[in-house]
Structures are given as C-alpha cells and as structure tokens.
C-alpha cells in the first residue's frame, strides 16, 4: 500500500494541482493542517503601509483581528479552491486543520467532509475505515516564537489534554490485536524529536501533550507537519513518525504499508513567491 504524507499548503495550490499525478496512484492521502492561504497580499501592503515596516508579528496579528473578516473571505475562497482540487481525486483523503485556519472554514471543511464518500475531515476526532483507526487533532499549543493564541488553532494546555483524552477514550475500541492499524494526524508534532527541530534557532517546537498521548494511544504511524523547516522522520520497532515538510516549500513525503518504508520529495518546480515569504519568515519575526 502507497500512502502520500502532505502538509502545510498555505495556500500554494499550484504544488497540489502539480501532484494530482502522482496522488491519483497512490491509496490513501494524508494531510496535516494549515492547508489554506495565509498571506493575502493586498492585507500584507496595508499592515506594511500601518507600521512602516515589514513585520510577521503585525501582519499576524492583524489578520486575526482587524482585518478578519476580510480574511475570513479569503481563507473561504482559498477552502474552495482546495476542494475542486481534490474532488479530481477518488483515493480516501484525510485531513485535519492547523493553527492558521479560522473558525468558519474548520465548519466548511466539517460540511465538505460529509458530502463526500473518500474525503474526511478530522478535527478533534477519529474515523474507521478499512481496518484504519485514524485520529486527527489539529488544535496547537500557544505559540513560543510570537505572542500567543494569536492563531485561531491555538489551545491551552488543559484543553488540549482533554481535547486529547476524549481522543484516547475513542482509540481503545480499536485494539491492535483484532488487526486495527492506527494513524495519528496531527498538525503540531511531539516534543523533542526530529519532527519539531527548528534549525534556526536550535530550539524544539513541538508539543509535550501530543508525546505523552502518542504513548499512551500506540499509533502505527505518526504524521504532523508545522515545523515547516524539518522534514524528517523517524522509525522505531513500534512506530513511524514523519514531518513531510511544507507542501509550500514543495515538500512532501510518500510511504509503504507494510514494509515501513518512508521517502521525503521535493517538486522539481520553481519556488513560488509564497514560498519565498514562508522561507524568510524568522527575519520578520
């Protein structure tokens, strides 16, 4: 079995349209959050314009607070373009949201979701299919590299324990012995790993909730993304874990079930101009 690991689009549908090919022969499709555009260029000259300066703070801020219904607006037109893109595809799709995505396109993705036989949106949830247990969760910790819960994705500790609990509750109807393969999406990768590197400032990103609920739920597979600048995985007797990268840094991943065998990929495109603002983001913090 031929399984395609995604994540982080933001947005850069130009790489997910140029992998239709290649996703088309594969078996099942995995992507894990912040799928939509972030960077809406007529909001980004209006925070330059605001603060006289380039600043990823400002723009994140304002995004996400004086300027959010507007870009509700273009996270919705984003969403749209992202469905006609994968409706071209037949393969069972599972996805969940990252800390980017606002309120209202995390209820279109749930709507989307439910008007399709092989697309599913997991949230805060699980899904059975075949003698898959997937179980998604796509909510974060607060930010460490900018002001917290500036993201609408963005939880407290306690409640992503819970959030996490309610998740392992569901998994144990599922026991490994009875032949269920598990599969935990996530959007924020486990703490101190190699998913959650981030090299420059050689400090861990991830997140110590999700680690102490990996062991406890005894996932097969791992996959998380956020960390935009760590694709990597790693393999133990037990478990896979992967961070494919960035799609809008054209990275992506592909595995085999059951050999166990992982392969990072690159798009043997030009680098987009959003891929370019994603790749200069620590000097705009």
């Known amino acids: 079995m031929k399984i395609a690991v995604l994540s982080d689009i933001h947005g850069c549908l130009i790489y997910l349209r140029n992998l239709i090919p290649k996703l088309r022969k594969v078996d099942m499709i995995f992507i894990a959050g912040d799928i939509l555009g972030t960077l809406s260029y007529p909001l980004i000259f209006r925070s330059i314009a605001r603060n006289l300066k380039i600043s990823r703070e400002s723009y994140v801020n304002e995004v996400y607070g004086k300027y959010l219904e507007e870009f509700t607006d273009f996270q919705i037109s984003s969403a749209k373009r992202f469905f006609k893109i994968i409706s071209r595809l037949k393969n069972p799709i599972f996805f969940t949201h990252g ?9 279109m993705y749930s709507t989307e979701s439910e008007k399709s036989d092989n697309i599913f949106y997991l949230g805060n949830s699980i899904c059975i299919y075949d003698k898959w247990v997937v179980s998604g969760y796509g909510f974060c910790s607060p930010a460490s590299y900018r002001t917290s819960f500036q993201t609408p994705g963005e939880k407290d500790k306690d409640e992503i324990i819970q959030d996490l609990s309610g998740l392992e509750e569901k998994i144990k109807k599922y026991p490994k012995e009875d032949g269920y393969i598990r599969m935990g999406l996530f959007h924020e990768p486990p703490l101190n790993t190699s998913l959650d590197y981030i090299p420059h400032n050689s400090s861990h990103g991830g997140s110590r909730e999700i680690s102490t609920h ?19 995985y790693e393999i133990s007797k037990d478990s896979i874990m992967i961070n494919p990268g960035s799609l809008v840094n054209r990275r992506w991943a592909s595995l085999e079930h059951p050999e166990r065998k992982v392969k990072l990929n690159q798009i043997k495109i030009p680098l987009s101009l959003k891929g370019l603002i994603y790749n200069s983001r620590p000097y705009y913090e």
């Not at 800390?99 to 209820?107: D, I, L, P, T, Y």
């Not at 062991?215 to 097969?220: F, T």
């Open 214 to 232: 990996i062991l406890k739920s005894s996932y097969d597979y791992i996959i998380a993304g956020h960390i935009h600048e760590s694709p990597s």
């Open 99 to 107: 800390n980017s995505e606002v309120a209202e396109v995390r209820k």
